[in-house]
Nanobody, 127 residues
């Protein structure tokens, strides 16, 4: 069992940066791949990126590649999403999720393959 809590969301201007954190409880955190997903108003949830249990490799959606970076600190039971060069279309509720493999995130980009979810944190990018 893994409990996940996201933080770090907020309002930022276009071109700015935010770093989201996802704190996990449960002693098996380091064995899970961790994914980030997002859901914009009126849209379906979509894959943002995923990091393996070891921290390498990582995979990203084309829409965020080169702007977003996922990292993790297994000693702190925390995964991060560094978001740079933010755009208004990045506005969404961002969720972290745990799954047994990175494939669960990649091949189920709507998130249905993941095992545990946080409640999300809102990111709003103003133009």
């Amino acid at each position: 069992q893994v409990q996940l809590v996201e933080s770090g969301g907020g309002l930022v201007q276009a071109g700015g940066s935010l770093r989201l954190s996802c704190a996990a409880s449960g002693r098996t955190f380091s064995s899970y791949a961790m994914g980030w997903f997002r859901q914009a108003p009126g849209k379906e949830r979509e894959f943002v990126g995923v990091i393996s249990w070891s921290g390498d490799p990582t995979y990203y959606a084309d829409s965020v590649k080169g702007r977003f970076t996922i990292s993790r600190d297994n000693a702190k039971n925390t995964v991060y999403l560094q978001m740079n060069s933010l755009k208004p279309e990045d506005t969404a509720v961002y969720y972290c999720a745990a799954g047994r493999t990175t494939a669960q995130a990649i091949y189920h980009p709507d998130g249905d393959g993941m095992d545990y979810w946080g409640k999300g944190t809102l990111v709003t990018v103003s133009s």
